[in-house]
């Protein structure tokens, strides 16, 4: 990764939010205030996330001064690959099925068909709001083979959530039980992850500081953070978590749950399956 850029500068695209969540019947107030979606920042735009999926990815247009949205054709009813693009909410091709990004119930309908249950079951943990969770899909890592020919070539690893805890940004990694990479004879596919985001989380972590102190003013201004203790000055955990998902196995019972415990610590958190009641670290 070359450098680490969160957060929105361009405070005409922050006041055009705010006009449209004015009105009560615009896409952006029925997705601020929709409890089943996470509304990211990143770098000048915003990333709106159901379940894992991003719902549609919002930009500014500055020539023209209204809000740009970016949303995949299957999440608008069309089996076509590509995006469809919208101006303030409406979808500009007349292909659509569904005309208006307001029309949240019928897009969240559409992406369900698409959900992985890994994300599913991590999801459920990010919108805890008793969580200050402030951000989603957080890529660290950019590696590229040697002379890359196509898209495929560069490997993006983005680890799933981040945390506000106090005065620390708390990273997360989430897998489920059944996945292979925190299952091996030998080294965990999941421990050399670990590692590469620990190296970036220090190699970058002015870059993190600065990024994420624009990034909860941003969720201030636009009213997405609400009743959460902000402290003035926060540090980053070097040290992300990994939590698994779903977990039908007492630990001493699981070779591979051992082996997790042994290199991560207290750093690892499992989490129940439903209606399994067993001897675990749970937050």
Not at 4 to 14: A, D, E, T, V, Y
Not at 36 to 43: H, P
Not at 109 to 132: A, L, P, T, W
Not at 206 to 224: A, G, T
């Amino acid at each position: 990764m070359s450098i680490f850029k969160r957060g929105i500068h361009n405070q005409q695209f922050l006041d055009a939010l705010n006009t449209l969540y004015s009105d009560k019947n615009s896409f952006w107030y029925k997705m601020l205030n929709d409890n089943e979606l996470l509304i990211a920042v990143r770098n000048e735009s915003l990333n709106v996330y159901y379940n894992g999926q991003s719902l549609c990815k919002l930009s500014f247009n500055q020539r023209k001064k209204y809000i740009k949205g970016e949303t995949h054709k299957k999440y608008l009813s069309i089996t076509n690959k590509g995006y469809f693009t919208s101006h303030n909410g409406v979808i500009l091709n007349k292909k659509s099925i569904i005309k208006n990004l307001a029309e949240i119930d019928s897009i969240k309908k559409n992406v369900k068909k698409h959900i992985g249950k890994e994300k599913f079951e991590s999801y459920k943990q990010i919108m805890n709001r008793d969580k200050c969770v402030i951000d989603v899909e957080i890529t660290l890592i950019k590696d590229k083979v040697p002379n890359p020919k196509k898209r495929s070539d560069y490997k993006i690893s983005s680890i799933d959530y981040l945390s506000l805890e106090k005065n620390k940004l708390v990273f997360y990694e989430a897998k489920h039980y059944t996945n292979s990479e925190i299952r091996s004879r030998t080294t965990p596919k999941v421990f050399n992850q670990i590692k590469r985001y620990e190296e970036e989380l220090v190699q970058h972590k002015n870059e993190i500081l600065d990024s994420y102190k624009l990034v909860l003013q941003n969720l201030i201004d636009l009213n997405i953070l609400k009743n959460q203790f902000i402290p003035s000055k926060f540090e980053v955990n070097f040290n992300p978590f990994l939590i698994v998902f779903d977990v039908d196995k007492n630990e001493k019972d699981d070779k591979h749950l051992q082996k997790l415990r042994t290199h991560l610590g207290e750093r690892l958190i499992l989490k129940l399956k439903k209606s399994i009641r067993l001897e675990t670290n749970l937050v």
